[in-house]
């Protein structure tokens, strides 16, 4: 069998299985068993693969078949300008949670050595691209989860990233004072779950899709914000208006909504002054 048999083949087999996007996956899977860029592999589609190859691959498309997440298969996953280690024990990073890091970054753009606090870190990605972006920010990631914590150490030995950890359920022990309070909650309600894709039903954990934690981790960080400090959360799209309406209730000031890439109100972000 050539290589662009092989390709071919998976295609059909990851369109049959419901994968959204089957060539680009069999391409990747493909490209990443054999250790060859996507450029290559365009380039050696006659080439006869060997048992030994076509073994190796073997596995790799039946996972993703059974769809289990592309990211958890590969093993490593692109977040903005890094590269994490991604699996079974953290949520996959999404694009959306890119522009929760796009406006983090914006709350603390002026300050020289940000102290912030990422919560419910999972894997690390926002904390890791806040630390990653803004060299002098002193970053704490928190999460309830001792197994996520784990992978989110191991992605701070790969990539080199000073992150303070802590094992917390929200801020629970944490002092502060920080100047930006930023989190992806878990934000996806129970009786949504039968409906939700494959890949994070079965297979991403459940504590951190499940949940409506937004209103009680901005009760929390009232009491370890600096005045003025930033609190940028992830939503879910059809109940961001809600969130950015329990935060002002809260006291928060200047509550925004924003969008992400595909125009879904996403990410909530406001002030803390309080009253004096």
Same mark, same amino acid.
């Given at each position: 069998?050539?290589?662009?048999?092989?390709? !071919?083949?998976?295609?059909?087999?990851?369109?049959?299985?419901?994968?959204?996007?089957?060539?680009?996956?069999?391409?990747?899977?493909?490209?990443?068993?054999?250790?060859?860029?996507?450029?290559?592999?365009?380039?050696?589609?006659?080439?006869?693969?060997?048992?030994?190859?076509?073994?190796?691959?073997?596995?790799? !498309?039946?996972?993703?078949?059974?769809?289990?997440?592309?990211?958890?298969?590969?093993?490593?996953?692109?977040?903005?300008?890094?590269?994490?280690?991604?699996?079974?024990?953290?949520?996959?990073?999404?694009?959306?949670?890119?522009?929760?890091?796009?406006r983090a970054l914006a709350a603390i753009a002026g300050?020289?050595?940000?102290?912030?606090?990422?919560?419910?870190?999972?894997?690390?990605?926002?904390?890791?691209?806040?630390?990653?972006?803004?060299?002098?920010?002193?970053?704490?990631?928190?999460?309830?989860?001792?197994?996520?914590?784990?992978?989110?150490?191991?992605?701070?030995?790969?990539?080199?990233? =000073? @992150?303070?950890?802590?094992?917390?359920?929200?801020?629970?022990?944490?002092?502060?004072?920080?100047?930006?309070?930023?989190?992806?909650?878990?934000?996806?309600? =129970?009786?949504?779950?039968?409906?939700?894709?494959?890949? @994070?039903?079965?297979?991403?954990?459940?504590?951190?899709?499940?949940?409506?934690?937004?209103?009680?981790?901005?009760?929390?960080?009232?009491?370890?914000?600096?005045?003025?400090?930033?609190?940028?959360?992830?939503?879910?799209?059809?109940?961001?208006?809600?969130?950015?309406?329990a935060v002002a209730e809260l006291g928060y000031r200047?509550?925004?909504?924003?969008?992400?890439?595909?125009?879904?109100?996403?990410?909530?972000?406001?002030?803390?002054?309080?009253?004096?």
């Amino acid at each position: 069998m050539t290589l662009g048999e092989l390709l !071919a083949a998976t295609c059909r087999d990851l369109e049959r299985a419901g994968v959204d996007s089957p060539r680009l996956d069999a391409e990747l899977l493909l490209a990443h068993a054999l250790g060859l860029s996507r450029l290559e592999l365009y380039t050696s589609l006659d080439r006869q693969l060997g048992d030994p190859e076509r073994e190796a691959f073997g596995p790799l !498309a039946e996972r993703r078949g059974r769809r289990e997440p592309l990211a958890y298969v590969l093993g490593d996953w692109g977040f903005r300008r890094l590269t994490l280690r991604t699996d079974a024990r953290a949520l996959v990073p999404r694009p959306e949670t890119e522009i929760v890091v796009e406006r983090a970054l914006a709350a603390i753009a002026g300050l020289a050595a940000p102290r912030v606090v990422d919560v419910g870190t999972g894997g690390g990605a926002i904390a890791f691209a806040i630390a990653d972006e803004h060299p002098g920010a002193v970053v704490t990631a928190t999460d309830v989860s001792a197994a996520a914590l784990a992978l989110a150490r191991e992605n701070a030995g790969r990539l080199g990233l =000073e @992150v303070a950890f802590a094992e917390t359920s929200v801020l629970a022990g944490q002092a502060g004072p920080f100047d930006l309070v930023v989190s992806n909650p878990p934000y996806v309600d =129970e009786a949504e779950v039968p409906s939700l894709p494959p890949e @994070v039903r079965d297979f991403e954990p459940r504590v951190a899709v499940v949940g409506a934690l937004a209103a009680e981790l901005a009760a929390a960080a009232r009491a370890v914000l600096v005045p003025g400090g930033a609190l940028v959360l992830e939503s879910h799209s059809e109940h961001a208006r809600e969130v950015a309406a329990a935060v002002a209730e809260l006291g928060y000031r200047e509550a925004t909504i924003g969008r992400d890439l595909t125009g879904a109100e996403r990410v909530v972000e406001a002030r803390w002054r309080p009253e004096t």
